[in-house]
């Protein structure tokens, strides 16, 4: 800054320093006047105060007055049960209201009205038809009584010749904590004598009181009628009357200067701070222009096509500026990595699995670009995949597989760099992990290429918590080549399923697989037959079909393919059953299902379906010999009902009869009939026993032996048991109906 731009500022800020410390002087003035003002404040708001206290204390004490010699008088209550005949009682209770005149000085008149004669007492005494308050009481006399205890402003005359007054009137009923009133008693208080017991506790000169009722009434007011310019310094509202009080200076008065001049002077010094802000925001904006100028220049830039930071001030925009292309060149340069990481794995992919033509010119080309150095001339394909993915997938997180994955293919980056070759690694899929790996020239590829793979699967098994199968295949001198290996090596992981997880797999292993010839479809249907029949042959022909499938060293495409087979053959055997083995099978089908979804080898297939089908056989052949039983007990029973007046009938005879041991027989028919084999003969014999005794003239001892009792005593007791009568009873009883 040179010093005319120096001189410059100084000459513009010098006047608001000027205002500012002028204002300063007067505000430590006008703090006094302030401080002036709110004694005047606090001295009116307790004169209001005073002034409530001091009229509701008044019009209190009255009202109890009033109430006491409403509930004690006897003079009032010989008044209102009489009538106007009783000169002596209208006498005593003019005395109460002299009583009250004499004791309230700010009583102007009383007068009672007894209801049932309309006869009036006191001030404007005579009937109702010639009393000039008629209009106000008769609400009262005739029971819509006003809710508000004290009246508001109104004018009273006694008689018509006088001059009304203005009052405030209390009513009150006679008696009092009843409905039926018997009549009413009038205290009208004047305003002017009410005024005057307040008038000596302020200055009309200087402060003014106004009082309002509840409907908005002026009851009292210092000033004029056509004058009501003032001002309110305090306001309460008695918690008695509801009436409004109000206190401030009088117009005119030197208070009322003040409190006026102070808001003058608050609308010059605000006035006074608003032109000391215009005028240094014209100088600011005058001496920056130049600046504002280089602001602009940055805003219509090309390089910046967005607000900086809206609220800054120019040099905050001039650094947001500078701040903003280091972040743009920043955010350039981190995606430009992000799109050569992608660029790179998309280029890999179509390298290795043919996605595009490209010539072996390229591929070199590539290989510079992305800082691919190739150890020797020769490569060969690794294929890696995650054993048990979903479990992987179940286990970890998004993230935590992420940097699982990163560190596998790092290990493969590393164990190749230790054997003196290189390696270019990327996942295509979720689950598989290829990779390229240079060696050096004259080495043993195929030796190497087995080296590393046992190294990455050994090093995974050891460090992590899950397991890797990888497959390798190779030389190869070109791209060309590279892409067949890589197809080799992928296919020798669809047979890990039978040759094993967690292992490297070589073409050796796999050697042979397309000429290996099975009759897989007539295993199948074996097999199927066997479930369906529950022979135990099942097991033999399970283990044919997984002996061939292991013998042709199948990939896993072919595996799902016969197990697919296999659970067609099965829901079309036993589709033709009934119900019920259909139901058995529908258990078992479930769980098949469960298991085609989730195996990872030929060994846990095996033993799935080994467990599977067990338990669907053994449901079988207990369905079977649930059929067998219930047709053997249906001859059993059917042979007790023909024979039951065997009286050597027992289990064990049945046992002997049948070739079946007395227990089973016993435990089979209480499974069967629902009761046990003694119960259902003793009830079958009974009830033979009565259709004898009814239909029958032979003994009771013949009748016994018709049944099979030898002894009749046996016989008698077990009719009892069951009939609740002795035989000869029973006869009778049934004899008699």
């Given amino acids: 800054m040179n010093s005319s731009w120096f001189r410059k500022l100084l000459l513009s800020y010098l006047p608001v320093f000027v205002v500012v410390v002028t204002i300063l002087f007067v505000a430590f003035f006008q703090s006094l006047s302030e401080q002036n003002r709110k004694e005047a404040l606090k001295a009116n708001a307790f004169l209001a105060e005073q002034a409530v206290r001091y009229a509701d204390n008044s019009l209190k004490a009255l009202d109890y007055q009033v109430l006491r010699d409403t509930l004690s008088s006897a003079d009032l209550k010989r008044f209102f049960r009489t009538n106007g ?21 700010i009583i102007d008149s009383v007068y009672f009205i007894r209801a049932k004669d309309r006869f009036v007492l006191g001030d404007g005494a005579g009937q109702r038809a010639d009393f000039p308050d008629e209009p106000f009481i008769r609400p009262y006399l005739e029971g819509r009584e006003v809710a ?3 009246s508001g402003k109104r004018a009273f005359r006694p008689y018509a010749a006088s001059t009304p007054a203005d009052v405030i009137s209390l009513v009150q009923g006679y008696p009092l904590f009843t409905t039926d009133k018997q009549g009413y008693i009038v205290v009208n208080v004047s305003l002017a004598k009410l005024k005057q017991t307040i008038a000596p506790m302020y200055n009309p000169e200087q402060t003014f009181i106004r009082i309002g009722d509840r409907d908005g ?8 009628v056509g004058q009501r310019t003032r001002s309110v310094l305090s306001r309460y509202v008695s918690p008695y009357t509801g009436w409004v009080f109000e206190s401030g200076p009088a117009s005119g008065g030197l208070s009322k ?3 006026d001049f102070y808001s003058i002077w608050m609308m010059t010094a605000v006035a006074v701070v608003l032109l000391g802000v215009a005028w240094v925001v014209h100088v600011t904006r005058r001496n920056y222009r130049p600046i504002s100028q280089l602001v602009s220049l940055i805003r219509t830039s090309a390089l910046l096509k967005h607000d900086i930071g809206p609220g800054r001030n120019e040099f905050g925009f001039i650094r947001g500026a500078l701040e903003h292309l280091m972040e743009e060149t920043t955010r350039t340069r981190q995606k430009d990595k992000e799109t050569i990481i992608l660029r790179k794995k998309h280029r890999f992919q179509e390298a290795v699995e043919g996605m595009g033509p490209i010539r072996e010119s390229e591929w070199q080309t590539d290989l510079l670009a992305f800082h691919i150095n190739p150890a020797g001339a020769l490569a060969f394909m690794l294929e890696l995949e995650i054993d048990r993915y979903a479990r992987f997938a179940e286990r970890y997180g998004l993230q935590d597989q992420s940097m699982l994955k990163f560190v596998v293919s790092s290990v493969t980056q590393e164990i190749a760099g230790l054997e003196g ?14 990779a390229i790996v240079w060696v050096r020239g004259g080495e043993d590829g195929g030796a190497l290429s087995a080296v590393i793979g046992e190294q990455i699967v ?3 098994r050891a460090n992590l918590s899950f397991t890797v199968t990888a497959g390798v295949h190779g030389m190869a ?10 197809a080799i090596a992928r296919n020798l992981l669809h047979h890990k399923a039978v040759l094993g997880t967690g292992r490297l797999l070589v073409s050796a292993d796999a050697d042979g697989t397309d000429y ?3 009759d897989y479809f007539g295993t199948i249907h074996a097999l199927t037959q066997a479930i369906r029949l529950a022979d135990g042959a099942w097991r033999k022909r399970l283990d044919e079909l997984f002996g061939q499938i292991a013998d042709a060293v199948s990939s896993r495409k072919e595996i799902e393919s016969f197990m697919q087979f296999l659970h067609q053959q099965l829901n079309r055997a036993f589709l033709e059953l009934s119900k019920d083995y259909r139901n058995v099978w529908k258990e078992a089908d479930d769980e098949l299902l469960e298991l085609l979804g989730d195996w990872e080898t030929l060994a846990e297939l095996k033993q799935g379906c080994t467990l599977i089908f067990e338990a669907a056989a053994g449901r079988l052949q207990a369905l079977k010999d649930s059929q067998r039983t219930r047709t053997v007990i249906a001859d059993i029973r059917a042979y007790i009902e023909d024979d039951y007046s065997n009286p050597e009938l027992s289990l064990d005879y049945l046992s002997d009869k049948f070739a079946i041991h007395a227990k089973n027989i016993s435990k089979l028919f209480k499974e069967e009939c629902g009761c046990n084999f003694v119960d259902f003969l003793i009830g079958l014999r009974m009830d033979k026993a009565k259709q004898l005794l009814l239909s029958t003239g032979d003994s009771l001892q013949e009748i016994s032996a018709q049944v099979g009792y030898f002894n009749y005593n046996s016989f008698n007791r077990a009719f009892k048991n069951v009939a609740g009568f002795s035989p000869s009873d029973y006869r009778k009883q049934q004899a008699a109906r």
Avoid: C
């Fill in 477 to 486: 001198a070109n791209l060309e080549e590279i892409r067949r290996s890589h």
């Fill in 257 to 259: 200067f003040a409190l």
């Fill in 516 to 518: 290996r010839a099975h």
């Fill in 85 to 105: 005949d009783d000169v002596y009682g209208n006498i005593q209770a003019t005395k109460k209201i002299d009583d009250w005149k004499l004791n309230y000085g």
């Fill in 217 to 224: 009434g002026v009851l009292m007011d210092d000033l004029p």
């Fill in 458 to 460: 050994e090093w995974v």
């Fill in 148 to 150: 508000e205890k004290w």
């Fill in 421 to 434: 070759a290189s390696a270019w690694a990327e996942w295509v899929s979720d689950r598989r992990l290829s």
